[in-house]
């Protein structure tokens, strides 16, 4: 029998599967397509619009996300892959008006420009610093290295890493509500 032409075929809706994500803390469920990507899971489904889109092609760094301790780049991640991970984005990472120490360091610093990759930079570096024994012994090849896969268009690399270091000596330091808090929204991903 040969193939019939259904017009209605096209506009059919992909199933969908139900996807339980361990995020920030919390188990949230979502209904997603097997083809969704964590990056529109995480901004659109569950509203965290902290985490950028940048390039779509994985070169950026903008939409990188702590997955199980390690960065990832969630524009690259299909959703159902990350069940049962524990994911972390910007917003996990500011406590009881508290800045982390890395977003402290972009503020001190001048880590960031116009912010957009500010997130992403931020999510590499505490993964970097979360993973290193001693972080006050990192040298700037290592940091170099780590964001390696994070752009900046707006300016060089220095203040970031200056950035990073700073967070990497101010780790263990009893931390301190933000009076500024309004005025780096980007840095704590708003």
Do not use: W
Request: a negative charge; one cysteine or more.
């Amino acid at each position: 029998m040969p193939h019939q032409f259904d017009p209605t075929a096209q506009h059919q809706t992909p199933p969908k599967a139900l996807c339980t994500l361990h995020i920030n803390g919390q188990t949230r469920q979502v209904a997603v397509e097997q083809s969704a990507i964590l990056l529109d899971v995480i901004r659109e489904e569950l509203q965290l619009t902290g985490t950028k889109r940048g390039c779509d092609m994985g070169t950026c760094g903008c939409c990188t996300v702590i997955m199980d301790g390690k960065p990832v780049l969630s524009c690259l991640t299909l959703a159902l892959d990350a069940e049962g991970k524990a994911i972390r984005t910007i917003e996990s990472l500011q406590e009881g008006g508290c800045l982390h120490p890395v977003q402290e360091g972009f503020v001190v610093k001048g880590g960031s420009q116009c912010g957009f990759c500010t997130p992403g930079f931020i999510m590499t570096a505490t993964a970097l610093l979360e993973s290193t024994p001693d972080p006050a012994t990192l040298d700037r090849e290592t940091i170099r290295r780590a964001i390696s896969g994070n752009l900046c268009r707006c300016t060089g690399f220095q203040q970031i890493i200056e950035a990073i270091e700073y967070a990497a000596a101010h780790l263990d330091e009893p931390r301190q509500p933000d009076p500024t808090s309004g005025k780096v929204a980007n840095v704590m991903g708003g």
